[in-house]
């Protein structure tokens, strides 16, 4: 009889446990994991505006006099020693004559802080690394549901960077681009999970946007 006890306590607690442990079950703690495991992969980066979407390579980048923004941008990279600049005189760019032309091209800084994630049928995103996004807590998230042939939840968490490089805190970089500032003080975010064989993933890793 004891033996019998015994073996359905060990039953009840291996079931107890397997079913805490599992990659599929939507909890806090989980989708917590899950999401910190795939910020740990990518990073928060500062994002230059593209001339074009074609480009197989963002840099080394030819910018003419006439696109301010992108001027103003690439400079502020070459003030915090992420990128080398060069004029070029003028020339042929996009099938049309520029004058003042200038080639903006990586440091080996730069090449440390550069990096490009895979974004499925859009655009790689494309910048220079300057933290990790960071989950505190799962604030809620909504029951798995079907949609479209998959399982998913849609999640809202507190955030924060950790891991801040010095050069994106200088004016110069904030004043180039918005979104520094915006990410840097961006406490709560969203996301969506997809349930997966391998457990959940973010909607990102899959390529489905």
């Given at each position: 009889?004891?033996?019998?006890?015994?073996?359905?306590?060990?039953?009840?607690?291996?079931?107890?446990?397997?079913?805490?442990?599992?990659?599929?079950?939507a909890s806090k703690s989980?989708?917590?994991?899950?999401?910190?495991?795939?910020?740990?992969?990518?990073?928060?980066?500062?994002?230059?505006?593209?001339?074009?979407?074609?480009?197989?390579?963002?840099?080394?980048?030819?910018?003419?006099?006439?696109?301010?923004?992108?001027?103003?941008?690439?400079n502020a990279l070459v003030?915090?020693?992420?990128?080398?600049?060069?004029?070029?005189?003028?020339?042929?760019?996009?099938?049309?004559?520029?004058?003042?032309?200038?080639?903006?091209?990586?440091?080996?800084?730069?090449?440390?802080?550069?990096?490009?994630?895979?974004?499925?049928?859009?655009?790689?995103?494309?910048?220079?690394?300057?933290?990790?996004?960071?989950?505190?807590?799962?604030?809620?998230?909504?029951?798995?549901?079907a949609m479209m042939g998959?399982?998913?939840?849609?999640?809202?968490?507190?955030?924060?960077?950790?891991?801040?490089?010095?050069?994106?805190?200088?004016?110069?970089?904030?004043?180039?681009?918005?979104?520094?500032?915006?990410?840097?003080?961006?406490?709560?975010?969203?996301?969506?999970?997809?349930?997966?064989?391998?457990?959940?993933?973010?909607?990102?890793?899959?390529?489905?946007?």
């Amino acid at each position: 009889m004891n033996k019998i006890i015994s073996l359905c306590i060990l039953i009840v607690v291996s079931v107890t446990i397997s079913g805490c442990d599992s990659s599929k079950s939507a909890s806090k703690s989980n989708f917590k994991k899950v999401l910190n495991d795939y910020f740990a992969r990518r990073c928060v980066m500062a994002e230059p505006f593209k001339l074009s979407f074609r480009d197989k390579d963002l840099y080394p980048m030819t910018v003419p006099a006439t696109s301010s923004i992108l001027i103003e941008q690439n400079n502020a990279l070459v003030e915090a020693g992420l990128l080398d600049s060069e004029p070029a005189g003028d020339g042929i760019l996009g099938n049309k004559k520029h004058g003042n032309l200038t080639v903006y091209s990586l440091t080996e800084q730069g090449k440390k802080a550069f990096a490009s994630f895979d974004q499925g049928r859009l655009p790689p995103e494309e910048g220079f690394c300057y933290g990790n996004r960071h989950v505190k807590e799962i604030r809620y998230f909504t029951e798995p549901d079907a949609m479209m042939g998959l399982t998913i939840s849609e999640v809202e968490f507190t955030t924060e960077v950790m891991n801040i490089a010095e050069w994106v805190n200088a004016e110069y970089i904030k004043n180039a681009f918005s979104s520094v500032q915006r990410d840097l003080n961006k406490t709560e975010d969203d996301a969506t999970l997809v349930l997966t064989s391998d457990g959940w993933k973010h909607e990102k890793e899959l390529n489905l946007r």
